[in-house]
């Protein structure tokens, strides 16, 4: 920030010397080209402003700006005007920052919100499959985010623990199982839970009247029957055992834990409330609905305004009248400014209706309700049907993520001199870091085809390959801390030795980039673009360590120089990884 300010404060002074005035907008980029500079500014606002020609301005500022101090050279080319750094202020004072500041370089601070990030939302019949997956890591990604940028973050998870899909689940159980259990037949809890669904789908086709039986017992439910709620207890702790398995597994963490089963009778209220207000009213079948603004979401294929049921004839909640209920008690909990939905795009009308709802009942805090809408996960063969068992389970994925890392490892450890127990630990990571970045890479609003084979590589735009690219800068730390060579301090560090070639400027001007590209991030929601960010950064690395040596460069002063600049790129991929919910290795 401080070269900038300096930039941009001699920016303004040539134009007011020019011009008479100070110019009203300027935005200061880095250089696309780092042999055209560090820095640039686009003319074509000046020239808006000025009423000249973006090029003539580019030079007659360029002119006025003094090659003195940090400043080595200001030049035109076209409408931008350029801006060389001194190479020893800029190494320096980048270098001197990130090692003063460790992992908190980046951070920033004044926002200070209240959010919380509600993510992974599982249903209580089945197991985590892909999809959950990926809003996991996006939820884990968008907290971070947050927190790194000053706000105060609460990881929430909903958890869909009632309803007509998990009866289902409970009559199929009860019907078919003989009593078996999770531990009669070695089947991990949600596992077992989900084949009672897949199966009573398969009964479904056959006989009609199952769907009477699932009303039936959903009333019994919410009506409290001690049979129907001690058995909905047994299925859902064997869920919850099996959940609680694969969440370490993938590091997915929640501060707080919400039930429907808790929340739907207060949405209830809401309606009840909302009834009263006549912002809803019951249908000719004694339904409660509410009736959507035509100006928002138009009319039905009757030229009718279309309308969403709150409570059914028989005074059952649906989905919404539990997401009212869930709103309303986040709010009164955290006092919450914002809160965001990390949910697949398949309910983007659902979120779309609920906000409009709360908006219409008058609450204020409805304005900060956002949802984070992410595209489908296909497999090669389509879109994942958990009532057919077609889906690729979590579990099952992160087994097989571990399987290719293992394979990875030992060829690229022939002698085999690692440990079982290090074997599986790097396995892990490697695998889990490929699901996560794989997943992330792209813009949540985008699908995504999931290829286990190309996330694993250990090249190109994947986990791996940028944990590769860390485990090496770490890997040349280490070896110099065997030969007894300082990396963790800036003084005495020659940093005019740095920079005379294009590798190392490259390089730093990534460094420069990283607090930004936090920033936007996190104002986008999207993590992809911190994705490619480590990337690219991890590219410009390999590029300066494939053309010059660190330790064995003949000169001692210029070995604590670069060694220098790869231990503050090892920070930056370190604070990258872990914003993305990535782990790092120091070895793979």
Not at 310 to 320: A, E, G, H, K, P
Not at 534 to 544: L, S
Request: net charge positive; hydrophobic share 35%; glycine share 6%.
């Amino acid at each position: 920030m401080f070269i900038k300010e300096k930039i941009l404060s001699q920016v303004k002074k040539g134009v007011k010397q020019i011009f008479g005035e100070e110019p009203e907008q300027i935005f200061l980029t880095l250089s696309p080209d780092v042999k055209f500079g560090d820095f640039s500014i686009k003319c074509f606002l000046l020239a808006k402003q000025f009423k000249e020609s973006p090029e003539k301005i580019a030079k007659l500022v360029a002119e006025k700006i003094s090659s003195s101090g940090i400043i080595q050279k200001a030049e035109a080319v076209g409408p931008y005007l350029n801006v060389k750094i001194d190479n020893t202020f800029l190494f320096k004072e980048i270098c001197s920052e990130i090692i003063s500041k460790d992992d908190a370089f980046g951070n920033s601070s004044g926002n200070d919100k209240r959010v919380m990030v509600e993510y992974l939302s599982p249903n209580t019949n089945k197991p985590l499959h892909l999809g959950h997956v990926r809003s996991g890591a996006l939820g884990m990604a968008i907290s971070n985010l947050l927190q790194a940028t000053g706000n105060s973050t609460i990881r929430a998870n909903l958890v869909n623990d009632r309803g007509v899909h998990i009866c289902k689940s409970i009559l199929a159980w009860q019907k078919w199982a003989n009593g078996a259990t999770p531990e009669s037949e070695g089947i991990k809890g949600d596992h077992f839970v989900g084949n009672w669904y897949v199966h009573y789908s398969k009964e479904a086709e056959k006989n009609v009247y199952l769907g009477e039986e699932i009303q039936e017992m959903l009333q019994k439910w919410e009506n409290g029957d001690p049979e129907t709620v001690k058995l909905w207890k047994k299925m859902n702790d064997w869920v919850y055992k099996g959940f609680s398995q694969t969440y370490e597994k993938l590091s997915l963490k929640f501060d707080v834990f919400y039930y429907e089963s808790e929340t739907y009778k207060l949405g209830k209220d809401i309606v009840a409330e909302g009834l009263k207000k006549n912002v809803f009213h019951k249908n000719k079948e004694g339904a409660i609905v509410y009736e959507l603004p035509e100006d928002k979401f138009g009319k039905d294929v009757h030229d009718n305004p279309k309308k969403v049921t709150l409570l059914r004839t028989d005074n059952t909640s649906v989905y919404i009248t539990q997401d009212l209920g869930t709103a309303l008690l986040k709010k009164n909990q955290y006092n919450l400014e914002q809160s965001i939905y990390v949910v697949g795009s398949e309910q983007e009308y659902h979120f779309k209706c609920l906000f409009d709802i709360l908006k219409a009942l008058d609450y204020s805090w409805a304005k900060g309700c956002y949802h984070l809408s992410y595209g489908m996960v296909y497999l090669p063969e389509g879109k994942m049907k958990s009532r057919e068992g077609k889906i690729v389970d979590a579990d099952n994925l992160i087994k097989k993520m571990e399987q290719l890392a293992k394979e990875e490892i030992l060829k690229r450890n022939p002698e085999n001199k690692l440990s079982e127990k290090e074997i599986n630990h790097r396995a892990n990571k490697i695998g889990v870091g490929a699901i996560k970045f794989y997943l992330l890479r792209v813009n949540p609003s985008q699908d995504i085809y999931f290829n286990p084979e190309k996330s694993i590589s250990f090249d190109g735009f994947t986990g791996p390959y940028c944990q590769y690219v860390y485990a090496r800068a770490a890997g040349i730390l280490s070896k110099a801390k065997e030969l007894k060579i300082e990396t963790e301090k800036v003084q005495g560090i020659d940093f005019s030795l740095l920079g005379s070639n294009k590798e190392e400027l490259l390089l730093v001007q990534k460094l420069i980039q990283f607090p930004d590209e936090i920033r936007l991030a996190t104002i986008e929601f999207n993590p992809s673009r911190l994705a490619k960010y480590v990337y690219e950064t991890a590219k410009a690395f390999n590029q300066f360590y494939a053309n010059w040596p660190v330790i064995n460069t003949g000169n001692k002063e210029l070995t604590k120089a670069r060694l220098t600049l790869v231990k503050v790129t090892s920070v930056i991929f370190k604070k990258g990884l872990n914003l993305l919910g990535i782990e790092s290795l120091e070895e793979m």
